[in-house]
């Protein structure tokens, strides 16, 4: 493996790792809020990775790494611990609770769109000749600056990848429960007792998910590209 690969390599798993950390912060965080301390209590309402890794080693780690080396690209899981009857009890708090994740990437997402925008203003970065994910904009120069660019390109495409991947409606996804804050409260909370019976086939969903994303995440990412570039033109 050249040089290259390992410093992409690693600017992958820095952006990886924070992407999955402030996820699962904010889950824990919001929980707390709703008054489910059972994250809180793992440790998880934390920016420190070290938590997340030690409960999630293999989709924090191993997965990440086995990935990146095989496809070029970086995937893997992390959680947060929940008290599932909290959650059926509290149907509304814990919808918010699943919402937070997601909104936490779209947060940095945004956060990317705005260093991107400064970078442009400050001329480290130009606008790029075509798009990918790893390149959202170029820059202006080599060495750190390449660097930058390629760290806020993927911060951006990886964060909107995981906020809108989360939001599909599909258990064991954070969008099947987050559906509970648009719902009476009976009706949330009989979804929360359906998230918790049917965790043995969670594996099932998330087949059925990947299935459908493609046609979902094309054009929620042309949305994205065309107000981070109002005056751009891209072929997507």
């Known amino acids: 493996?050249?040089?290259?690969?390992?410093?992409?390599?690693?600017?992958?798993?820095?952006?990886?790792l924070l992407s999955t950390t402030c996820h699962e912060a904010a889950h824990a965080l919001a929980a707390k809020i709703g008054g489910d301390l059972t994250a809180y209590h793992g440790g998880q309402v934390s920016l420190d990775p070290t938590p997340h890794i030690r409960r999630e080693p293999f989709g924090m780690v191993v997965l990440p790494i086995l990935s990146y080396v095989v496809g070029g690209w970086m995937m893997g899981w992390a959680s947060a611990p929940y008290d599932p009857y909290w959650a059926e009890r509290h149907p509304k708090a814990a919808a918010w609770k699943?919402?937070?994740?997601?909104?936490?990437?779209?947060?940095?997402?945004?956060?990317?769109?705005?260093?991107i925008h400064l970078g442009l203003l400050a001329g480290v970065f130009v606008y790029p000749d075509s798009l990918g994910f790893t390149h959202i904009v170029r820059a202006a120069s080599e060495g750190v600056a390449a660097g930058a660019a390629t760290f806020v390109s993927i911060l951006f495409s990886l964060n909107l990848l995981l906020g809108t991947f989360n939001l599909i409606p599909i258990?064991?996804?954070?969008?099947?429960?987050?559906?509970?804050?648009?719902?009476p409260e009976e009706l949330a909370g009989r979804l929360q007792s359906l998230r918790h019976s049917i965790?043995?086939?969670?594996?099932?969903?998330?087949?059925?998910?990947?299935?459908v994303f493609d046609p979902i995440f094309a054009p929620v990412f042309g949305v994205f590209i065309r107000i981070l570039y109002p005056s751009q033109s891209y072929s997507l």
Request: glycine share 14%; net charge negative; charged share 5%.
């Open 171 to 183: 258990p064991p996804l954070d969008g099947f429960s987050g559906v509970g804050v648009l719902l």
């Open 1 to 16: 493996m050249d040089t290259n690969l390992l410093v992409m390599g690693l600017v992958w798993y820095v952006v990886f």
């Open 98 to 115: 699943s919402l937070a994740g997601p909104a936490a990437n779209f947060s940095l997402a945004i956060l990317a769109g705005i260093l």
């Open 199 to 211: 965790g043995n086939f969670t594996f099932i969903g998330l087949l059925i998910a990947w299935k």
